[in-house]
Each structure stands twice: as C-alpha cells, then as structure tokens.
C-alpha cells in the first residue's frame, strides 16, 4: 500500500514523458557471532552483564554504520565495537556471515534467486532446517557450485560425530565470483517461523552493497558467548 501510494504521488510530480518506477527495498543480513571473556578481578559484572553490553553495542553499530542503503559491513570495526563494550574484557573472537531469507509457500516448488553481491566462498552457503519429505534437512552448498538438500545424523565413526546425507542433489546452481545463487526449493513439508535463513561467507570480511538494497543486523542474528576468568 506504501509503495502504490509513494508511486502515485511521484506519478502526479513528474513530466508525462517519464514514468520513474518505485523499487521496493531489498535487505542482506549479517549473522554476528561473537565470544569474549573478561577480567573478575577488574569488573563485578556477571557474564549475562557482559553479554547484555556486548548486544546493544552490536546493535548500535547496526545503526550508526548499516540500516541504509549504500553501506559497507566493516568488520574491524565491529570487531572493535565487541572489544570496546566494556573495559574488562580481554580477548573477544567474532564471525560473521552473510544472510538472505526466503519465504517458500508450502506444498508447491518455488524458484528463488538470490543475489549476495560478493563473492562467495565455497561450501559455506547453508540454510537454516525445514522439514522435506518428514526429515529435519537444510540447504547446502556440496561444492562445485551445487546446491542440495542435506540432513545429517549420529556417526560414530566420523571424527565430527556426524554424518551428512544428500536427500536431493541438483536443486540449484551458485556462482562464487558474482554471489549470486538459484535455488529451485522443491516442495517443503513446514519451516520454524516466516522464512528460511540462507547463509554464505564472504570471501572477504568486509562486504558492501549496491541500488536498493540494505545491509542489516537484525536482534535475532546476534550471538555473543562471554566466560568469566581472572586476570
């Protein structure tokens, strides 16, 4: 209803011979993982304390330097804002990751491009788990741009204890070079929530995006662990 009323309202302010079309916004988030400890013997803040302050710094660098178009996702910066939440801590690890979603109608097949903007590295695209064929699986990239439904299980003999099994090979194509991905999602039985998290690495830590799109950090993609030590 925004988007019509946006574009009736630029119809009625331009010339008739040009017809400018409203594009809505696309959006590519970021995933923040992040670990730190801290020093006892120089804060009484709890872990959870520590945590907390970690989160909203991460938030607040969502909204000083991303949320907008034409942004760059600078990672030692956001490397600096986890290191810089509070004077106690002493070492902090952090990743990240690209992240689109899609919303795939249940019951019935549906094409979906994706298109990351950056290089992608290879074998890291995987989704989050949805139920095909009344089996927990995910999307993943198999390599030599594949990709496929995978679902995975105990294995004793493997030294990762886990075993991954390709339910259905085929379903779409990635370009590494252009992060671009077309992924041909076959008919899903449910998914855990409104969409499904699709998730790739950059080839390099720092990544920008172009036209309408927005890099973004949403509440829900911030994981921070922090470990108490003395120092």
């Known amino acids: 209803i925004l ?26 988030y970021v995933d923040v ?21 970690i989160v909203q710094q991460v938030k607040a660098f969502n909204t000083q330097y991303l ?8 990672y030692s910066k956001l490397a600096a804002t986890v290191d810089g939440a509070d004077s106690s801590i002493l070492t902090s690890n952090l990743t990240t990751r690209m992240m689109k979603k899609i919303s795939p109608y249940l019951s019935t097949s549906q094409l979906f ?32 741009a594949e990709v496929a439904i995978v679902t995975s299980q105990d294995d004793l003999t493997s030294t990762s204890g886990i075993k991954e099994i390709v339910l259905k090979h085929n379903i779409g194509t990635i370009d590494y070079q252009t992060g671009i991905a077309s992924i041909n999602v076959p008919e899903l039985d449910a998914y855990t929530g409104d969409s499904i998290k699709i998730y790739a690495t950059p080839v390099t830590n720092d990544f920008s995006v172009k036209n309408n799109t927005v890099i973004q950090i949403e509440d829900g993609d911030i994981t921070v662990t922090v470990t108490a030590t003395r120092a």
């Open 33 to 53: 993982v992040a670990s730190a400890s801290y020093n006892l013997n120089s804060s009484s803040k709890t872990e959870n304390d520590i945590k907390n302050l």
């Open 67 to 74: 949320d907008d178009y034409n942004k760059t996702m600078r």
């Open 113 to 144: 491009n994706l298109d990351y903007q950056n290089s992608i590295t290879e074998g890291t695209l995987i989704s989050s788990t949805f139920t095909y064929n009344g089996i927990v699986s995910y999307l993943k990239d198999t390599g030599n």
């Open 3 to 28: 988007k019509n009323s946006i574009q009736t309202f630029i119809n009625g302010k331009m010339p008739i011979s040009i017809e400018p079309t409203v594009v809505s916004a696309e959006y590519t």
